[in-house]
């Protein structure tokens, strides 16, 4: 028997995996903007910038660190990127991989990449600052103080969502708490996690 073209989400989170893919868009879009606002729109990346030529001859003020709408572009990031990865999950998961890997497995590996490049690669700014994008409350948490047990637990956090990927293999009861735990753990990035642990399990 073939497996269906999509894979269905209820109807409101259906709606929101649209919209979170709409919010990448738009957050694109915003960035994009503070580039012909701004001489260096990111302090961490100087060498991002455009001549005087293509700049218009308007500044954006600034929330802290960054232009408004660079802060608002990569909030909407944050915010969307755990329903894209649902749209993602509806698209492509018929075709290929489980339903762990996709709402469990890829947030906690993307959580891994996000606390090892903010942690080690990151060029932080001077001071650090409240205003600082990140896609759960821990890694805020972390990008926000540069105290760096917070990042210790990020990586925690990151490593319960690799256990429930693991556990859905053989153990889908205790991949369903795993997952929960990892959902709420690292929301926002753990909206499709708790989704996966609200539903029945692959």
């Not at 600034?62 to 709408?69: A, G, L, M, T």
């Not at 889908?172 to 735990?181: C, E, F, P, S, T």
């Not at 499709?192 to 692959?202: I, M, N």
Request: positive net charge; contains cysteine; aromatic residues 14%.
């Amino acid at each position: 028997m073939s497996r269906p073209a999509t894979a269905s989400l209820p109807g409101r989170l259906d709606r929101a995996a649209d919209w979170g893919v709409y919010a990448l868009a738009a957050g694109t879009l915003l960035g994009l903007v503070a580039f012909v606002t701004n001489p260096v729109p990111d302090p961490s990346f100087p060498w991002a910038t455009l001549p005087p030529s293509l700049r218009l001859p308007y500044t954006q003020p600034r929330i802290e660190h960054w232009p408004v709408s660079y802060t608002l572009a990569v909030w909407l990031w944050v915010f969307g990127l755990p329903f894209a990865l649902l749209a993602a999950y509806r698209r492509f998961a018929p075709v290929a991989g489980r339903r762990s890997a996709w709402l469990v497995g890829v947030p906690a590996v993307l959580m891994v990449a996000l606390t090892t490049y903010c942690r080690y690669f990151w060029p932080k700014p001077d001071p650090a600052t409240w205003n600082a994008p990140a896609y759960t409350v821990v890694c805020w948490a972390y990008c926000s103080s540069y105290v760096t047990v917070w990042s210790t637990l990020a990586y925690a956090v990151a490593a319960v969502g690799v256990a429930a990927f693991l556990a859905a293999r053989t153990d889908g009861d205790r991949a369903a708490v795993a997952a929960g735990a990892f959902g709420v753990l690292a929301l926002p990035l753990g909206v499709p996690a708790l989704y996966y642990a609200t539903t029945e399990s692959d």
